[in-house]
């Protein structure tokens, strides 16, 4: 079976600052799909990045980036200018391709707290 | 509709009573998911459909856990004869694709079981 590991609960970082989300997974297999999710109080669940396994290049959107280390199986996540509104909680997601499995596995999430 | 619709938004059950959970994915969203949320904790996988057919129930944790989609859109969850345990926030999601592409969640409805 496949597992995600947080090992951050929360962090809290000043606006504009930039912040770095840690998540390590695990899993014998090759081909897979990483996910962040942000879930704000009102607990609908929001995709903010994605990475497929078998790239290398890195994913970006706009002030978020993961660094995707393969080997290590770890999949961080960044976020630049942070702003009140990135407050939140943030589940890393894993889920194989070519079957196997129907749902994603999360981690169990890190409280993002951005103070003004 | 625009994006995925759950109701009720919060049910308060006493314990043994039946409840049934609704879920309306985005229109002409192939795949459906349903995911348990425990407090402070990540969701986990409960169940999937493939338009009508329920084709993964591996995470209903017992046969209390009962999930329907008829006609390949709205979805039931029913749970019977209800536990504390079971107290949560339930989330549905769907999309266009499987579970590789993106899935849009609803906001869950939350289940307290007394």
């Known amino acids: 079976a496949q597992t995600v590991t947080q090992s951050q609960p929360e962090m809290s970082v000043q606006e504009a600052e930039t912040v770095t989300l840690s998540c390590t997974y695990d899993?014998?297999?090759?081909?897979?799909?990483l996910f962040w999710y942000k879930q704000p109080p009102s607990r609908q669940m929001i995709l903010v990045i994605r990475?497929?396994?078998?790239?290398?290049q890195n994913a970006t959107e706009n002030r978020f980036s993961v660094n995707f280390q393969k080997a290590a199986k770890s999949f961080s996540l960044k976020i630049s200018d942070s702003q009140l509104g990135d407050t939140a909680m943030y589940f890393c997601a894993f889920i194989l391709s070519g079957g196997g499995a129907d749902g994603l596995t999360f981690g169990k999430g890190t409280h993002l707290i951005i103070q003004p | 509709g625009a994006g995925v619709s759950q109701s009720p938004r919060y049910k308060v059950a006493k314990r043994g009573q039946d409840v049934a959970l609704r879920c309306d994915p985005i229109s002409g969203h192939v795949s459906l998911f349903w995911y348990q949320q425990a407090l402070g904790q990540g969701p986990e996988f409960l169940t999937y459909?493939?338009?009508?057919?329920?084709?993964?129930k591996s995470g209903l944790p017992s046969d209390r856990f009962f999930a329907e989609r008829p006609e390949g859109s709205v979805s039931t969850l029913k749970i019977q004869r209800t536990q504390q345990e079971d107290s949560a926030v339930y989330l549905c999601?769907?999309?266009?694709?499987?579970?590789?592409?993106?899935?849009?969640f609803g906001q869950g409805t939350r289940l307290t079981v007394v």
């Open positions: 999601a769907s999309s266009a694709g499987g579970a590789i592409t993106e899935a849009f």
């Open positions: 899993t014998s297999e090759s081909n897979y799909y």
């Open positions: 990475q497929e396994a078998y790239k290398q």
């Open positions: 459909f493939q338009n009508e057919a329920q084709l993964d």
